[in-house]
Nanobody
Framework: QVQLQESGPGLVKPSQTLSLTCTVS??????????WSWVRQPPGKGLEWMGA???????YYNPSLKSRTSISRDTSKNQFTLHLNSVTPEDTAVYYC????????????????WGQGTQVTVSS
């Protein structure tokens, strides 16, 4: 079955760029009609969809984060990567990668595939 695994630093300093990679196994990120998303959950808050990259490489972003967010992919490694720049302590959260036929959703139930999540803390 399809499995997702997030990787990246657990601690980032304010004003730096956070980069997280999601490695997909058991399926291809270029499979038709699949979209690959990043979703985060700050402490004590709900899930927030950040953005997605589609099977053809098109990208989609949450308007509230669009100015600071970019998502890219490496099809040879079956990975997609989140870059969030100019981070502040408010970006501290558990970051999840997710996939499926839908994107833009803030419920894990709306995704077919869901990573285990990785804690990122923004602090000096």
């Amino acid at each position: 079955q399809v499995q997702l695994q997030e990787s990246g630093p657990g601690l980032v300093k304010p004003s730096q760029t956070l980069s997280l990679t999601c490695t997909v196994s058991g399926g291809s990120i270029t499979t038709y009609y699949n979209y690959w998303s990043w979703v985060r959950q700050p402490p004590g808050k709900g899930l927030e969809w950040m953005g997605a990259i589609g099977y053809r490489g098109s990208t989609y972003y949450n308007p509230s984060l669009k100015s600071r967010t970019s998502i890219s992919r490496d099809t040879s490694k079956n990975q997609f990567t989140l870059h969030l720049n100019s981070v502040t302590p408010e970006d501290t959260a558990v970051y999840y990668c997710a996939g499926g036929k839908l994107y833009g959703r803030s419920s894990s139930d709306d995704y077919d595939y869901w990573g285990q999540g990785t804690q990122v803390t923004v602090s000096s």
